[in-house]
C-alpha cells in the first residue's frame, strides 16, 4: 500500500522560504513520479511540480518557476518541494501524490496516490 505524507507546512511572509517533504512508503518508487499539487479555498487543484523518481527529472507550472525546486533523497524516500519568494496567491493546501509511470505528467487524473496535504500560508 502506497503512503505519502507530506510535512513542512506553515505560516511564512511574502517572499520568505518554506520546504515542504513527501515522505513515501509501501512499494519501491523507481518507477514512480512524484507531483506536487495545491488547492486555494473556492479553486481547483492545480499542477505545481514534479520529479521522476529514477532519474530525478522535473517540471514545473510557470507559476512557480524559478522560485521552486523539487528534488528527491533516494537514501530517504522522500521528495521535496523548496519555495522561495513566496507570494500570497502561493496560499493553499499542497499535496504530494504519486503516479506509477516513468514519464512527467502535470495531469491529476494520472496520479493514483495522494498524501493528506499540508497547509501552507503566505501573509502579506
Known amino acids: 500500500q502506497v503512503q505519502l505524507v507530506e510535512s513542512g507546512g506553515g505560516l511564512v511572509q511574502t517572499g520568505g522560504s518554506l520546504k515542504l517533504t513527501c515522505a513515501a512508503s509501501?512499494?519501491?518508487?523507481?518507477?514512480?513520479?512524484i507531483g506536487w499539487f495545491r488547492q486555494a479555498p473556492g479553486k481547483e487543484r492545480e499542477f505545481v511540480s514534479a520529479?521522476?523518481?529514477?532519474?530525478?527529472?522535473?517540471i514545473n507550472a510557470e507559476s512557480v518557476k524559478g522560485r521552486f525546486i523539487t528534488s528527491r533523497d533516494n537514501a530517504k524516500n522522500t521528495v521535496s518541494l523548496q519555495m522561495h519568494f513566496l507570494k500570497p496567491e502561493d496560499t493553499a493546501v499542497y499535496y504530494c501524490a504519486a503516479a506509477h509511470q516513468a514519464i512527467l505528467t502535470a495531469s491529476h487524473h494520472e496520479y493514483h496516490y495522494w498524501g493528506q496535504g499540508t497547509q501552507v500560508t503566505v501573509s502579506s
Open positions: 509501501g512499494h519501491a518508487f523507481t518507477s514512480y513520479v
Open positions: 520529479i521522476t523518481w529514477s532519474g530525478g527529472n522535473t
